[in-house]
């Protein structure tokens, strides 16, 4: 018998419980994984709640989580043999059943984790550096660019802080509360603003003397999401990643003819339906945490058994980085 969180319900975070359930058995294309991380992301905590719509909607009972890194302990009949005892990681999509002491993958699906490289790290960028990636593939900064990014000292957010300041972008990242601020600025931003802060958008045009923002990169969504997009000169880029408001950007017809701004969505169907699918992005995400050219930010890391917890810090926005649970 094994550890792992169930919800037999959909709800708030009380009904994630840890429970004791029958060891999982690999099918013949899969392979077990004795699970050291599991990542949390904002997308469980809509899940549990029944969000998501009917593509991510699960059968319940289930056990969350999609994200895991541990070591090999058992194959499938059909799966290569020589993993087991293998550091791996991988996306379980949406089989989920990461927060568990132990989970199934693909075999195909598995990355053998780099030497040097912890569980914490590798977990976090199979899903959230594999979206990063994305990111950075459509909106391409560069050397001239002045790039604004929101919800900066998130886990996405801190990778792209980085990613920027090294394409040699000037980087404004916006964060709420100093803590936070102090952590994008560490991280290699030019200008970091509390978003928390009154009239925060006049203090970016304060900041940068009347130099327009031409990359605005968004995960926000909503009336912040829609300040950012203001922020942008003409023929700016805004490219979003998320609605953590819970809205997307309202946008027009005026803003893209009228002030030539372009506007683009790097997830969604563009993710899912990418060409080569998105195993070229985790392979990318997990070369460039071994090269040390991105280093994700591991904010909190929690029990198994405080998942609860951890789904109520991502939705108070109580987190930097990447939050993780150690079965």
């Known amino acids: 018998m094994m550890r792992a969180i169930r919800q037999h319900a959909f709800g708030g975070s009380g009904e994630l419980r840890l429970e004791e359930v029958p060891d999982p058995r690999p099918a013949p294309s899969e392979v077990r994984i004795r699970v050291e991380s599991a990542g949390v992301h904002l997308l469980d905590t809509v899940i549990r709640q029944g969000g998501g719509g009917p593509r991510v909607a699960p059968s319940l009972p289930m056990t969350p989580g999609r994200e895991v890194a541990g070591v090999v302990d058992e194959v499938g009949t059909e799966a290569d043999p020589d993993l087991v005892g293998r550091r791996v990681v991988a996306d379980l999509g949406l089989a989920s059943g990461g927060y568990a002491e132990y989970a199934l993958a693909q075999a195909a699906s598995v990355h053998l984790i780099p030497d040097g490289v912890d569980a914490d790290a590798a977990v976090a960028m199979i ?151 998105v195993r070229p992005l985790e392979e990318r995400a997990l070369a460039a945490l071994s090269e040390k050219r991105l280093v994700p930010v591991i904010g909190r890391r929690f029990a198994l058994a405080d998942a609860p917890a951890a789904h109520a810090a991502l939705q108070s926005r109580d987190t930097t980085g990447k939050t993780v649970l150690r079965p």
């Not at 003397?209 to 203001?230: H, K, N």
């Open 127 to 277: 899903g959230t550096g594999r979206t990063a990636m994305a990111i950075l593939e459509l909106a391409a900064p560069a050397a001239g660019d002045v790039v604004l990014i929101t919800a900066a000292a998130g886990g996405i957010g801190t990778l792209l802080v980085q990613a920027a300041h090294a394409a040699g972008s000037v980087v404004v990242g916006v964060a709420g509360g100093p803590s936070k601020v102090e952590l994008v600025q560490r991280l290699g931003a030019d200008h970091a603003i509390d978003y928390g802060r009154p009239g925060w958008t006049e203090t970016v045009r304060d900041t940068l003397a009347g130099r327009p923002v031409t990359l605005a990169l968004d995960g926000v969504g909503g009336r912040m999401g829609r300040d950012a997009l203001e922020l942008l000169g003409v023929a700016g880029r805004l490219v979003m990643f998320g609605s953590a408001s819970g809205s997307l950007i309202d946008l027009s017809a005026e803003d893209l003819f009228g002030r030539g701004i372009s506007a683009a969505s790097a997830v969604g169907a563009r993710i899912l339906q990418r060409p080569g699918g």
